[in-house]
């Protein structure tokens, strides 16, 4: 992690009003507790995260954007949703783990899949 590197911001449900697209922001600062990003080298207007606290938004309300290192990150985590919640449906929502892999999700709906 470099100043210049680029980062991508997802809306939180709190900040889905404004749209649902997930933007390309640079990181501009970095010290020892917090990571300072912006749309373009340069900006003035910077959104702050936490990185002692899992790159959390620094902010005195609820948090508006979630930070992500790639753009595959947030493709996961999208595709992980959609998997369990094609499962839920399937076999339910009781005793569901709610921590398994995408490639545990990927082979467990390969299996119900194969017994339609």
């Given at each position: 992690m470099?100043?210049?590197?680029?980062?991508?911001l997802k809306p939180t449900d709190r900040n889905s009003r404004r749209g649902?697209?997930?933007q390309e922001y640079i990181i501009s600062k970095i010290g020892r507790k917090y990571l300072e990003v912006v749309q373009q080298l340069?900006?003035?207007f910077s959104i702050k995260f936490?990185?002692?606290k899992e790159y959390q938004q620094v902010s005195n309300y609820s948090a508006d954007w979630e930070l992500y290192f790639s753009k595959q990150e947030?493709?996961?985590?999208?595709?992980?949703i959609r998997l369990s919640d094609d499962i839920r449906k399937e076999i339910g929502n009781y005793g569901f783990?709610?921590?398994l892999s995408l490639d545990q999700l990927k082979r467990i709906k390969a299996i119900i899949d194969e017994d339609k």
């Open positions: 470099q100043i210049g590197d680029k980062v991508y649902k697209e997930v340069g900006d003035t936490d990185m002692e947030i493709l996961d985590e999208q595709e992980s783990p709610k921590d």
